[in-house]
């Protein structure tokens, strides 16, 4: 019977993890080198850096399981605590997603399509996958990228030398810049005995690099199998346990898989409002052994992330008027910085109509209308 969660990190995710957890009877420990961590207010926080051995052995000794709210753990903190207590998702999907070049590659082996792509060792190199692959072509570092950081989209020859000065001392990859006609996530969560049940296909929109708006149900049936198949090699693959996010593009009615998240996701959040059960509660569930939870939809949503700051009050107010059902506000209670993700708030409603007349009014007032196409979204969502 497992009574306590350690969480290697207490950001957000995991906070979210906590507050699913808390009703489900489970409690918490967090490993964080971060004093003001925003888990840490549910549960335990052990606050040490990702490598302190000492502190590890106690989060292994105070947790009956342990799980990640963060990828870029090292291998041998996983392990080593692995050799103390059951750790899920298994350490080997951790060290596959921590390096582009090792993820694609497994991708690519178990037949998933993925944007043809090169290592990147040397100038020579770089030259050499630009000849291969044409431009323009997307260099990434190998490691510690997330939300569009180190990286830079080639289009011109002389962008090769600039991009070169910028992550040419980095470990690196080059892969085909993919003209996508749209970005999507695909959830899934895989209980201990292999059972794995699928989210809709949900449509993320970027803006900077940063996720700004999920949306789900977005796509048919056709692509969301596809996308289910796709996954599924994945999790078997890896004999994984909890919840796994594939981040794909859709390229002229394809689907490319771009990377895997060992873990829940943003492009998730929607769940908690949306679906008769949230990524939250199926992680946990899976990694405590228990029957996963229906990921039906229970109405359709669209999520925005906030980001620096939370709206005033009175936004809240004016598209929230008490007691209007359907907008749900989401508060990390970060300290407020430039572009941190702080919360999220996710609208839901019955019908099409609703939906789209409060995620116009909503993004009126976020002030993100007039930045990206709601109509071509909302038409895309409506599908
Ligand atoms: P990543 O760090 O790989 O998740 O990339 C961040 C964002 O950059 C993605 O969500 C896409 O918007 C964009 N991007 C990444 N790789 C490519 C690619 N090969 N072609 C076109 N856009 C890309």
């Known amino acids: 019977m497992i009574k306590t969660v350690g969480i290697l990190g207490a950001g957000q995710l995991a906070r979210m993890l906590a507050q699913a957890g808390r009703p489900m009877g489970l409690e918490f420990v967090f490993l964080d080198p971060a004093e003001d961590a925003c888990a840490g207010e549910f549960g335990v926080h052990i606050c040490a850096d990702w490598d302190d051995e000492s502190a590890l052995k106690e989060l292994a000794q105070r ?8 990828e870029n753990v090292p291998e041998s903190s996983a392990s080593l605590i692995e050799s103390l207590c059951p750790v899920y998702p298994p350490p080997r999907a951790l060290y596959k997603s921590q390096d582009r070049l090792r993820e694609k590659t497994m991708m690519q082996e178990l037949g ?3 944007a043809s792509f090169f290592p990147v060792a040397s100038r020579p190199d770089l030259i050499a996958a630009v000849e291969k692959i044409g431009l323009p072509c997307v260099l990434k570092t190998r490691r ?8 830079a989209v080639l289009r011109f020859q002389e962008d090769l030398e600039r991009a070169w000065q910028h992550l040419g001392d980095f470990e690196l990859i080059c892969e085909d810049f993919v003209p996508f006609q749209a970005e999507c996530s695909i959830i899934a969560a895989r209980g201990k005995g ?3 049940l699928f989210w809709p296909l949900t449509r993320n929109l970027h803006r900077g690099g940063i996720l700004a708006i999920s949306m789900a149900p977005a796509f048919d049936d056709q692509l969301q199998s ?5 996954i599924q090699s994945l999790l078997d693959h890896l004999d994984y346990t909890g919840v796994m996010a594939l981040e794909l593009f859709l390229v002229e009615g394809r689907l490319l898989a771009n990377e895997f998240a060992p873990r829940v996701h943003n492009s998730g959040h929607w769940t908690s409002d949306g679906a008769h059960t949230s990524q939250f509660e199926n992680h946990l569930r899976a990694i405590c052994g228990m029957p996963l939870g229906d990921t039906g939809v229970s109405s359709p949503a669209v999520m925005f992330n906030l980001l620096g700051e939370m709206p005033a009050y ?9 007691p ?9 209670h970060k300290t407020p910085r ?3 993700k702080i919360g999220h708030v996710t609208v839901t409603a019955d019908g099409e109509t609703e939906l789209k007349a409060r995620v116009a009014q909503l993004a009126g007032e976020l002030g993100v209308a007039t930045e990206l196409n709601l109509e071509a979204i909302m038409s895309q969502a409506g599908e």
């Open 144 to 151: 510690f990228g997330y939300d569009g950081k180190g990286q």
């Open 63 to 70: 947790s009956d399981v342990v799980t990640f709210d963060f």
């Open 314 to 322: 009175s936004v809240q107010q004016a598209v929230d008027p008490y």
């Open 226 to 230: 596809r996308a289910e198949t796709m």
């Open 324 to 332: 209007a059902p359907g907008l749900n506000w989401h508060d990390y």
């Open 194 to 196: 292999g059972q794995t």
């Open 112 to 114: 998933i399509p993925v």
């Open 338 to 340: 430039e572009g941190r």
